[in-house]
């Protein structure tokens, strides 16, 4: 029964705090862009620029913002399948990525990963459009979708969330064990 309370008190904790850092995260996506752009339907895409402050390499991750009718799951998942970027490093060497192909996947509120890269400091261009797609991608994916470029990984993003779920998966199998201690504790 102790180690019941102590998994569920301890699961509860771990969820509150996973859950709290899942929305500071999803808050900072936009809020700490270091550039914005817009994917279209037409060929002709804009690049957006930004400088790595000096110092080391650092990761940065770009994400489809997918609100209202846009964010409906299968409308956001064949966009994000579709659109493929380019960042290209000071050094003139270019980075290339698709949210089909992506190491893992994050969505956190309107915001959706297409993929990251790292870079060293200097101007950092990145430039992102939907690829050919297929026709039924093409009819549903939205006609232009806003992306922005932020500090950091999907995966360490997702890093609050992946703690809420083992956080209440915790609780719940405290709350099993808290139970049948309670049943095996009571005379018959």
Excluded: K
Excluded at 46 to 73: I, K
């Amino acid at each position: 029964m102790i180690a019941g309370a102590l998994l569920i008190s301890g699961g509860v904790a771990v969820a509150v705090v996973g859950a709290a850092r899942s929305l500071e995260s999803g808050a900072g996506i936009e809020e700490d862009a270091v550039a914005r752009g817009e994917v279209r339907e037409d060929r002709e895409q804009r690049a957006v620029a930004f400088t790595v402050p000096a110092g080391d390499r650092r990761d940065y991750s770009v994400y489809l913002l997918l609100r209202g009718r846009d964010g409906d799951e299968n409308r956001r998942d064949l966009t994000v399948r579709d659109t493929a970027c380019v960042a290209r490093m000071p050094d003139g060497v270019e980075t290339r990525f698709r949210g089909a192909r992506q190491d893992a996947s994050t969505t956190i509120g309107d915001a959706t990963s297409v993929g990251h890269f790292s870079s060293q400091p200097g101007r950092v261009a990145v430039v992102c459009a939907y690829t050919t797609g297929t026709r039924s991608s093409r009819r549903i994916r939205p006609e232009r979708a806003e992306y922005v470029v932020t500090p950091g990984t999907p995966l360490a993003m997702g890093l609050g969330i992946a703690m809420a779920v083992g956080g209440i998966t915790a609780a719940v199998a405290g709350g099993f064990l808290l139970a049948w201690g309670w049943r095996r504790r009571r005379p018959a």
